[in-house]
């Protein structure tokens, strides 16, 4: 069985949405863990810091702190949650140890390709904006090729092109979707908590950086297991059977 099989079928936006509800509903108490121990405390520290610091100066060093704690633990959130989805959509038990020792093997090679993605993009967005957009589409699914396929930063950025060819309009209409949705519900609750009032008053309030960490408790999940269930449906479910996982995270 070849890890590089790409999918002939038609790219349907509903059947990713469906995987990821279907997958996140299956193992939600997971995910939950997941997202507190990478996402939710890191930012915990964070806020603290960010009130502190308007006491005492010296707690902005706290803030800090749990600004670095949530860069690393974003990562190793997104490479331990594409193996818990990756494992459910083919039937497959995730053993803990597994999950946190892949995870942590794959930070420095996540990081590195993070850092390229996000000059490339930004560069290509300073191009008259499309060639960013369209960068940003083709290697849309290079991290969990890093995780999942086992694949070095360069390797996962060609693997990624080669799945999204001819579907990056349609990726990019799913990940617009989801994004709006987002936005609107982010946008709710800061005016339900008197955020907006604060903004509009020029006055500092937190309640923007709440919400805002809050919903990434939220969010960074969604989106880990949405990038999975895309990447699944790209690579063809029936490429990525029982086999080729227990070799993958062997």
Not at 68 to 93: E, K, N, R, S
Not at 135 to 157: I, K, N, Q, T
Not at 241 to 249: D, K, S, T
């Amino acid at each position: 069985m070849s890890i590089d099989t790409v999918s002939t079928a038609p790219f349907d936006i509903g059947e990713v949405l469906g995987d990821t509800f279907a997958v996140i509903g299956r193992n939600i108490v997971v995910l939950a863990n997941l997202a507190v121990l990478f996402v939710a405390i890191p930012e915990a520290i964070n806020i603290a810091g960010v009130a502190l610091a308007q006491v005492a100066p010296v707690f902005g060093l706290l803030a800090l702190i749990g600004q670095l704690a949530t860069a690393v633990g974003l990562l190793l959130a997104y490479a331990a949650i594409f193996q818990v989805a990756m494992q459910d959509l083919h039937g497959q038990p995730v053993a803990t140890d597994r999950l946190f020792r892949v995870a942590a093997g794959k930070f420095w090679p996540l990081l590195g390709l993070f850092l390229l993605f996000t000059l490339g993009v930004t560069v290509g967005l300073l191009l008259l904006v499309v060639p960013g957009v369209v960068l940003a589409m083709a290697w849309s699914v290079a991290m969990p090729a890093v995780v999942l396929e086992d694949r070095g930063v360069f390797s996962a950025f060609g693997r990624s092109a080669a799945l999204t060819r001819g579907k990056r309009w349609s990726i990019f209409l799913l990940f617009f979707i989801v994004w709006l949705i987002s936005f609107i519900v982010e946008l709710v609750l800061i005016i339900l908590f008197g955020g907006f009032q604060a903004f509009v008053g020029r006055q500092h309030s937190l309640v923007p950086t709440v919400v805002l960490q809050l919903l990434g408790v939220i969010a960074i999940p969604f989106w880990a297991v949405m990038m999975t269930c895309l990447f699944n449906r790209l690579r063809g479910n029936a490429g990525y059977g029982a086999e080729a996982v227990a070799e993958v995270f062997a």
